[in-house]
């Protein structure tokens, strides 16, 4: 089971841009690195996921080293309705063994 | 599609009570995930079925716990007897395996148990 440790909490202001970094040193050749976004009274939300390099959509960018130890989520230009709690975590191929960490709480303030 | 759904919203219920908590996945999916979040623990995973049989249930807290899923459309997670320390938001999440390496779950709005 892939351990990942990420930052508590983070502040930014509107229109930064904002990176939150995992680290999982003990990832598995199969694992996928997944990130979710997760606002108050509401379930997570997936945003995106990769194996290694980087990965882009409409939402974020996720950059994975070729050590694959660590990766690093970037929100580009933040709004005050990014703030949320982003967690992340490492998936077995063919959902194995998982779970979800702390998670680093986001507050985007004007 | 509506989304996963999931039934009731709010429960408060007294020590001692049964509790059963419900959930629909989306149509077409064939794992479900039952989770459950407090501040003091976090998200934690309870129990996932694939094809409506349990695959891992590594994360039920004990044997006064106990999820079932009759067909893919329904699952239950059942407390008996509930205690105070069951109080927490529990989510309901499904997914396909489809044909690719997608680890998008899609997670019901929760449900709010508070046990007196």
């Known amino acids: 089971l892939a351990k990942t440790t990420q930052p508590i909490s983070m502040d930014s202001y509107e229109g930064q841009e904002v990176n939150i970094t995992c680290s999982h040193n003990?990832?598995?050749?199969?694992?996928?690195i997944t990130w979710y976004q997760q606002f108050p009274s509401q379930g997570p939300r997936f945003i995106i996921q990769g194996y290694k390099t980087k990965v882009t959509n409409e939402v974020a960018s996720l950059f994975i080293p070729a050590d694959r130890k660590s990766s690093t989520l970037s929100l580009p230009r933040v709004s005050l309705s990014d703030t949320a709690v982003y967690y992340c975590l490492a998936i077995t191929d063919s959902w194995g063994k998982f779970q979800f960490g702390a998670g680093t709480q986001v507050v985007v303030t004007p | 599609d509506a989304g996963v759904i999931q039934s009731p919203r709010h429960e408060v219920t007294e020590m001692g009570q049964e509790v059963t908590l419900r959930c629909k996945p989306i149509s077409g999916h064939d794992y479900l995930f039952w989770y459950r979040q407090t501040m003091m623990r976090g998200l934690e995973l309870l129990i996932y079925f694939n094809n409506n049989v349990p695959i891992d249930d590594s994360g039920m807290p004990e044997d006064r716990f106990s999820a079932k899923m009759p067909n893919a459309s329904f699952s239950t997670l059942k407390i008996q007897p509930s205690e105070p320390r069951d109080s927490a938001v529990y989510f309901c999440?499904?997914?396909?395996?489809?044909?690719?390496?997608?680890?998008?779950?899609?997670f019901g709005p929760g449900t709010r148990l508070t046990v007196t």
């Open positions: 003990n990832i598995a050749t199969n694992d996928y």
């Open positions: 999440a499904s997914t396909s395996a489809g044909g690719g390496r997608s680890y998008e779950q899609y």
